[in-house]
């Protein structure tokens, strides 16, 4: 799915009238029905449910004017509140005329603010994706009262206050809805790991929006659902043979962090790797050969760490760096990985390969196009050498880096985001706070490299498919033992699970 602008979304509001030939007071009577839908089959409140409709002054009260109209028709006994304001958007004035008279309808003030007990239910339609700046004087209060309340709060469109795809001060007066309601596409804003107490439990309403001016609208941002990834895992052809999977070389592991070398093997296996060759310290050769017996062992002459890297020349794709440590003999490894790997061949470099770019920065202009480097933020911190002011930042960060670089780099967390060379960055919808667990990067590690060594994925493919894969084996190992009980050797048993969906929507 393409993430729009909130101008975006404007476009394809008005676009979606003229291809349909509906006006905008229908269009807003689809999006009131969705919601109404979502709302007596999700939470099914009883008749004698307190229902609070807030409604701003421009379309997203409209909405709400809707559906407290569309509510009253199915039995309930909505009660709404207006902001007051100076001017109302047409559909708006359209809406509230059809309201029905039954229907309370009071405006809002700072000293008129309804009690909203524990089992209410309240809908905002303060205000969408027309907040231009933040909310001060009676909107903010509005919002402090909705907030301190004990109801459940729907958000209509995107929590009131909040903008769509922008950052704004951290002190900035937003709805913490339980649910939002967003229209036809996510928004950028419910990705973001500061907005998840603003967005809550988010879903997505399809109300017919015109998908050819979707699918021509040029976008900065993907959320990645099976949809965007159908066609690109293409199944295994009769005759194809190791060569076609590729060869490839892990670099991992060193004395007491040998698991992670393990859990990166499996999962390079389990992602159907053709031929896969650990290069582990001495320390590790009998537990990889133990441990993993379909992959090959090359162990390094040194005992707790790798100090030496091997002729590369068989290999399609090399990968580095779980549980590698930081000895200065490793980061020699990795600065003659990187003069002597070349462009053809696939490189991923995830952990103490990362940190160790982070101490060596003059290493970081030698790293050749189409690397895939996984960083989680604090590696990634370490990488760009500055922390982020906010995630939008982190955004514009990772973006830079990626162009710099020519890489792409999965910035890894909830909706991990896939940054690439030209500039889209994609945003992940697999996944579930189980995988917070240590091995869990490893095992993405593991996978990505078997798809880069595989000839017949380009590196965004195999990055986009990696990490949807990933997650989806931790949504499956979480739906077997619960997300506590979740650990990384799970997340391995369920990539073949995971990429077999995949390619079954061929
Ligand atoms: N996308 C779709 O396809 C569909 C979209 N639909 C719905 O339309 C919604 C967007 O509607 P919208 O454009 O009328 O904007 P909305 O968010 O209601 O607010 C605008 C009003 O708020 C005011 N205002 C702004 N900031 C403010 C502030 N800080 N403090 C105080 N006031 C402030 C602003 O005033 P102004 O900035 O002009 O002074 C204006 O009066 C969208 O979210 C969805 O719910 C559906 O109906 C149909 C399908
Ligand atoms: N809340 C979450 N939702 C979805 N995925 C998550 C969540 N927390 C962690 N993950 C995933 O788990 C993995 C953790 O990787 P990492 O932080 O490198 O762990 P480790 O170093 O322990 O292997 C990443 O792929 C990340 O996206
Ligand atoms: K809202």
Same mark, same amino acid.
């Given at each position: 799915?393409?993430?729009l602008?909130?101008?975006?979304? @404007?476009?394809?509001?008005? /676009?979606?009238?003229?291809?349909?030939?509906?006006?905008?007071?229908?269009?807003?009577?689809?999006?009131?029905?969705?919601c109404?839908n979502?709302?007596?089959?999700?939470l099914?409140?009883?008749?004698?449910? *307190?229902?609070?409709?807030f409604?701003?002054?421009?379309?997203d009260g409209?909405?709400?004017?809707?559906?407290?109209?569309?509510?009253?028709?199915?039995?309930?006994?909505?009660?709404?509140w $207006?902001?007051?304001?100076? +001017?109302?958007?047409a559909?708006f004035?359209?809406?509230?005329?059809?309201?029905?008279?039954?229907?309370r309808?009071?405006?809002?003030?700072? =000293?008129?603010?309804?009690?909203?007990?524990?089992?209410?239910?309240?809908?905002?339609a303060?205000?969408?994706?027309?907040?231009?700046?933040?909310?001060e004087?009676l909107?903010?209060?509005?919002?402090?009262?909705?907030? %301190?309340?004990?109801a459940?709060?729907?958000?209509?469109?995107?929590p009131s206050?909040?903008?769509?795809d922008?950052?704004?001060?951290?002190?900035?007066?937003?709805?913490?809805?339980?649910?939002?309601?967003?229209? *036809?596409?996510?928004?950028?804003?419910?990705?973001?790991?500061?907005?998840?107490?603003?967005?809550?439990?988010?879903t997505?309403?399809p109300?017919?929006?015109?998908?050819?001016?979707?699918h021509n609208?040029?976008?900065?941002?993907y959320?990645?659902?099976?949809?965007?990834?159908?066609?690109?895992l293409?199944q @295994?052809?009769?005759?194809?043979? +190791?060569?076609?999977?590729?060869?490839?070389?892990?670099?991992?592991?060193?004395?007491?962090k040998?698991g992670?070398?393990?859990?990166a093997?499996?999962?390079?296996?389990?992602?159907?790797?053709?031929?896969?060759?650990? =290069?582990?310290?001495?320390?590790?050769?009998?537990?990889l050969?133990?441990?993993?017996?379909?992959a090959?062992?090359?162990?390094?002459?040194?005992?707790?760490?790798?100090?030496e890297?091997?002729?590369?020349?068989?290999?399609?794709?090399?990968g580095?760096?779980?549980? $590698?440590?930081?000895?200065?003999?490793? /980061?020699?490894?990795?600065?003659?990985?990187?003069?002597?790997v070349?462009?053809?061949?696939?490189?991923?470099? !995830?952990?103490?390969?990362?940190?160790?770019?982070?101490?060596?920065?003059?290493?970081? %202009?030698?790293?050749p #196009?189409?690397?895939?480097?996984?960083?989680?933020p604090?590696?990634?911190? =370490?990488?760009?050498g500055?922390?982020a002011? !906010?995630?939008?930042h @982190?955004?514009?960060?990772?973006?830079?880096?990626?162009?710099?670089h =020519?890489?792409?780099?999965?910035? +890894?967390?909830?909706?991990?985001?896939?940054?690439?060379?030209?500039?889209?960055?994609?945003?992940n919808?697999t996944?579930?706070?189980?995988?917070?667990?240590?091995g869990?990067?490893?095992?993405?590690?593991?996978?990505?490299?078997a $798809? @880069?060594? !595989?000839?017949?994925?380009?590196?965004?493919?195999?990055?986009?498919?990696?990490v949807?894969?990933?997650?989806?084996a931790?949504d499956l190992?979480a739906?077997e033992?619960? *997300? #506590?009980?979740?650990? /990384?050797?799970?997340?391995?048993r369920?990539?073949?699970?995971?990429l077999?969906?995949?390619?079954?929507?061929?």
């Open positions: 799915m393409k993430l602008t909130a101008a975006q979304t @404007r476009a394809l509001d008005q /676009a979606t009238t003229q291809a349909q030939r509906i006006s905008s007071v229908e269009l807003m009577e689809r999006a009131a029905t969705a109404t979502w709302l007596l089959d999700q099914q409140p009883a008749f004698s449910t *307190e229902i609070h409709v409604c701003g002054p421009g379309n409209g909405d709400g004017l809707a559906v407290a109209r569309q509510l009253h028709t199915a039995g309930y006994a909505p009660q709404v $207006l902001l007051p304001a100076e +001017k109302h958007s559909d004035l359209h809406n509230q005329q059809q309201l029905p008279e039954a229907i309808c009071q405006e809002l003030s700072a =000293r008129r603010l309804p009690p909203l007990p524990a089992g209410a239910l309240v809908l905002d303060l205000f969408g994706t027309g907040l231009t700046r933040t909310l004087g909107p903010a209060t509005v919002v402090k009262h909705l907030n %301190q309340s004990a459940t709060v729907v958000a209509v469109d995107i206050g909040l903008l769509a922008a950052p704004q001060p951290a002190s900035s007066a937003i709805v913490r809805a339980h649910h939002t309601l967003s229209f *036809e596409l996510p928004k950028l804003a419910f990705l973001l790991p500061r907005n998840a107490e603003f967005v809550g439990e988010w997505v309403l109300i017919g929006l015109d998908q050819p001016f979707i609208t040029t976008v900065d941002n959320f990645v659902d099976a949809a965007l990834l159908a066609g690109r293409p @295994r052809a009769r005759f194809s043979h +190791k060569g076609t999977f590729g060869h490839a070389l892990l670099l991992a592991g060193s004395y007491g040998l992670a070398a393990v859990l093997a499996q999962a390079c296996l389990r992602g159907g790797v053709g031929l896969l060759t650990i =290069r582990t310290p001495g320390v590790g050769y009998t537990i050969q133990t441990a993993v017996p379909e090959m062992a090359l162990p390094d002459p040194a005992s707790d760490f790798v100090t890297l091997p002729e590369l020349h068989p290999y399609a794709a090399v580095m760096g779980p549980g $590698l440590g930081q000895e200065e003999s490793t /980061a020699e490894v990795l600065r003659l990985l990187l003069q002597q070349g462009s053809r061949r696939a490189l991923v470099l !995830d952990a103490d390969a990362l940190n160790l770019l982070g101490t060596h920065r003059e290493l970081l %202009q030698k790293l #196009p189409n690397t895939l480097l996984t960083p989680h604090k590696e990634f911190e =370490r990488l760009v500055e922390p002011l !906010d995630d939008y @982190r955004l514009d960060q990772l973006r830079a880096f990626c162009r710099e =020519r890489c792409y780099c999965v910035l +890894k967390g909830a909706y991990t985001a896939l940054g690439t060379p030209d500039g889209p960055v994609y945003f919808s996944g579930n706070p189980g995988m917070a667990t240590g869990s990067g490893d095992v993405l590690t593991g996978l990505l490299l $798809l @880069r060594a !595989d000839q017949r994925l380009s590196p965004l493919d195999a990055a986009l498919l990696g949807y894969a990933h997650g989806r931790g190992a739906a033992s619960g *997300e #506590p009980g979740l650990i /990384a050797g799970d997340l391995v369920f990539i073949g699970p995971a077999r969906e995949l390619e079954g929507d061929l």
